[in-house]
């Protein structure tokens, strides 16, 4: 399952350089499925709706630092744990339980956003 930062969160910081899928963002801060990766084009969420890779999208947090789940991959195929819950100083990375994905979902999702 993708990780998620719970409101524990002391904006430290630590966890956003430490994702290799450049995942995780500063509260307020949009997103886009390209920042990061190497997507392009049309890309199909884990909710079956499709968006431009470089479309921004607003911020899941406001106040704190966020985890997009559609590009989580709990670091599978680049660490052996997440790397993000292994530096966080207050332990507030944890599975998020909304997005249940077996390491082959994961593995799947790591080759969708970073094709070689």
Not at 68 to 93: L, M, R, S, Y
Request: contains cysteine; glycine residues 6%; hydrophobic residues 30%.
């Amino acid at each position: 399952m993708a990780i998620k930062i719970t409101d524990e969160c002391i904006n430290c910081g630590a966890c956003e350089p430490e994702c290799p899928n450049n995942a995780i963002y500063e509260g307020g801060v949009e997103w886009a499925m390209a920042d990061g990766t190497t997507v392009k084009g049309a890309y199909k969420l884990m909710d079956g709706t499709s968006v431009d890779a470089d479309q921004r999208n607003a911020p899941v947090s406001v106040d704190t630092y966020y985890i997009v789940p559609n590009k989580c991959t709990e670091c599978q195929g680049f660490h052996e744990e997440p790397q993000c819950a292994a530096v966080c100083p207050v332990d507030c990375c944890v599975p998020d339980e909304m997005y249940r994905e077996t390491v082959e979902e994961l593995m799947e999702k790591k080759e969708k956003l970073h094709v070689m």
